[in-house]
């Protein structure tokens, strides 16, 4: 099969060749850091973490359900965002996401592919309209 250079593991996992991580880097250094992995026979990988946290969801429009407690988040089905929060901003979590998903914004995507690296995939929200370029990856 053909070599990746981005490999989505579970969400929340990304892992990257030695070559996608240097040309990503210069764009969302502030955003992640790179941890080595070994996988033997695959060459150089590193899981993308990202530490970038923003609290930007906006609970009051967002569809929200929790778990019995009332308080804890259980699953979130329809994200909408304070938009003004992501300028200029690549990759985010949010810290109501136990699942720990990475979140991208339309910048990131459209960097991802003018750098044609294979592998790379970004999904649409459910609930988010395509133009609020925010998506799951």
Do not use: W
């Amino acid at each position: 099969g053909e070599i990746c250079d981005v490999i989505s593991y579970r969400p929340g996992a990304l892992i990257f060749s030695k070559h996608a991580m240097d040309v990503t880097l210069p764009f969302i250094k502030n955003e992640v850091e790179f941890l080595p992995i070994s996988l033997k026979g695959m060459g150089e990988l590193f899981v993308l973490n990202v530490v970038n946290v923003i609290d930007c969801l906006d609970m009051g429009k967002s569809e929200v359900r929790y778990h019995a407690d009332g308080q804890t988040v259980r699953t979130i089905r329809d994200y909408k965002f304070y938009e003004n929060m992501l300028d200029g901003v690549c990759l985010f979590k949010i810290p109501q996401s136990a699942g720990g998903e990475i979140l991208a914004t339309e910048k990131f995507k459209c960097i991802m592919d003018e750098l044609n690296l294979k592998g790379f995939k970004a999904y649409p929200l459910f609930g988010q309209e395509k133009r609020k370029g925010v998506g799951d990856i």
